[in-house]
């Protein structure tokens, strides 16, 4: 799925320890309901990605390249060119498509996750392998719910796109490339969210202690800007180090449109040597100017958002 998802943050967005021992417990962390949990990440991941999206949209372009001989667009004049040619409504066509998928699959996410850990940890709820496991199914089962509608997303934000909407989408990848159309990037999400999610937490967990630290005395008072903080270098830097699996993910999932290249395979590394070829090592880092400028913030907002739900739920269930 998409980069800057609740599955990215800190394990303390998910329900840890013996009290998510049992999926069926009236309780879990903080005071919530388990479903209480999905829909805040679910409300984080929507606003995250909405309120971000332009600059989605613009490094969706500048991965996807130039036409040959042309040298290759930089943030600025990517921008210009969509205000001029499209208006500011261009930068959001494919927020449906993303809408429809953000939801479901963080849906799915916190689902699976809790059921494996419970499945795996046995006796010892804080088993870290059974943790780590279940964050690598949860991450397979909702980059499979999440990757048909980013395809769509990414198509539609093409400049030129040919579709009229999400239905016409849909409708004419089926027909003209079949299912398999959809699901061409899958390989390469996974093993992309693998690195970002590593380098993720472990940024977020040292940028949190380092906060803290400085001034421990407004810890509480100042947590939500801790988050923030912490989840904003955190995103940045791990969008940053996965940014050439994005564009290998991005360039299958437009193959074959408006002018892109099709590739004879799906496999990662033939794409990666296509790109090379074609554009040279550069090629492969393209867009990490917006995919930067989209996660530190991104990753800000989830997390004030997903404190703000966690908060609301915490009081109304205090009230019954």
Same mark, same amino acid.
């Not at 999905?38 to 613009?58: I, N, Q, R, Y």
């Given at each position: 799925?998409?980069?800057?998802?609740?599955?990215?943050?800190?394990?303390?967005?998910?329900?840890?320890?013996?009290?998510?021992?049992?999926?069926?417990?009236?309780?879990?962390?903080?005071?919530?309901?388990?479903?209480?949990?999905?829909?805040?990440?679910?409300?984080?991941?929507?606003?995250?990605?909405?309120?971000?999206?332009?600059?989605?949209?613009?490094?969706?372009?500048?991965?996807?390249?130039?036409?040959?001989?042309?040298?290759?667009?930089?943030?600025?004049?990517?921008?210009?060119?969509?205000?001029?040619?499209?208006?500011?409504?261009?930068?959001?066509?494919?927020?449906?498509?993303?809408?429809?998928?953000?939801?479901?699959?963080?849906?799915?996410?916190?689902?699976?996750?809790?059921?494996?850990?419970?499945?795996?940890?046995?006796?010892?709820?804080?088993?870290?392998?059974? #943790? /780590?496991?279940? @964050?690598?199914? !949860?991450?397979?089962?909702?980059? =499979?719910?999440? *990757? $048909?509608? +980013?395809? &769509? %997303?990414?198509?539609?934000?093409?400049?030129?796109?040919?579709?009229?909407?999400?239905?016409?989408?849909?409708?004419?990848?089926?027909?003209?490339?079949?299912?398999?159309?959809?699901?061409?990037?899958?390989?390469?999400?996974?093993?992309?969210?693998?690195?970002?999610?590593?380098?993720?937490?472990?940024?977020?967990?040292?940028?949190?202690?380092?906060?803290?630290?400085?001034?421990?005395?407004?810890?509480?008072?100042?947590?939500?800007?801790? #988050? /923030?903080?912490? @989840?904003?270098? !955190?995103?940045?830097?791990?969008? =940053?180090?996965? *940014? $050439?699996? +994005?564009? &290998? %993910?991005?360039?299958?999932?437009?193959?074959?449109?408006?002018?892109?290249?099709?590739?004879?395979?799906?496999?990662?590394?033939?794409?990666?040597?296509?790109?090379?070829?074609?554009?040279?090592?550069?090629?492969?880092?393209?867009?990490?100017?917006?995919?930067?400028?989209?996660?530190?913030?991104?990753?800000?907002?989830?997390?004030?958002?997903?404190?703000?739900?966690?908060?609301?739920?915490?009081?109304?269930?205090?009230?019954?």
């Amino acid at each position: 799925m998409a980069d800057a998802s609740a599955k990215f943050h800190s394990p303390e967005l998910l329900p840890p320890g013996p009290a998510a021992a049992d999926l069926g417990a009236a309780q879990q962390h903080d005071g919530l309901h388990f479903w209480q949990f999905m829909v805040a990440g679910s409300v984080a991941g929507l606003v995250e990605h909405t309120a971000m999206f332009p600059v989605d949209t613009l490094k969706t372009r500048m991965q996807i390249g130039s036409p040959l001989c042309h040298p290759p667009l930089g943030l600025r004049q990517v921008l210009h060119g969509v205000l001029r040619a499209e208006g500011p409504f261009g930068l959001y066509r494919g927020l449906v498509a993303m809408s429809l998928g953000a939801g479901p699959a963080h849906a799915v996410y916190f689902s699976v996750y809790e059921f494996s850990k419970k499945s795996l940890s046995g006796n010892n709820p804080s088993n870290p392998f059974a #943790h /780590a496991a279940s @964050g690598v199914f !949860a991450t397979v089962a909702s980059d =499979a719910v999440f *990757t $048909p509608m +980013d395809t &769509v %997303k990414q198509r539609l934000q093409l400049k030129s796109s040919p579709y009229k909407g999400v239905l016409d989408c849909v409708a004419r990848v089926l027909r003209e490339e079949g299912i398999g159309a959809f699901f061409a990037s899958y390989k390469t999400t996974v093993v992309m969210n693998a690195p970002y999610t590593a380098v993720h937490f472990a940024t977020y967990e040292a940028a949190k202690r380092g906060l803290t630290q400085i001034s421990p005395e407004n810890t509480s008072d100042e947590q939500l800007v801790v #988050h /923030a903080t912490a @989840g904003a270098a !955190a995103g940045a830097l791990a969008a =940053a180090v996965t *940014t $050439p699996l +994005d564009v &290998v %993910k991005t360039q299958l999932q437009c193959q074959g449109v408006c002018g892109c290249d099709r590739f004879s395979s799906s496999s990662t590394s033939t794409v990666i040597g296509t790109i090379v070829r074609r554009d040279g090592y550069p090629g492969l880092m393209r867009g990490w100017k917006p995919r930067m400028l989209f996660h530190a913030p991104a990753a800000a907002i989830c997390w004030s958002t997903y404190e703000a739900m966690k908060s609301f739920f915490y009081e109304l269930n205090n009230k019954e």
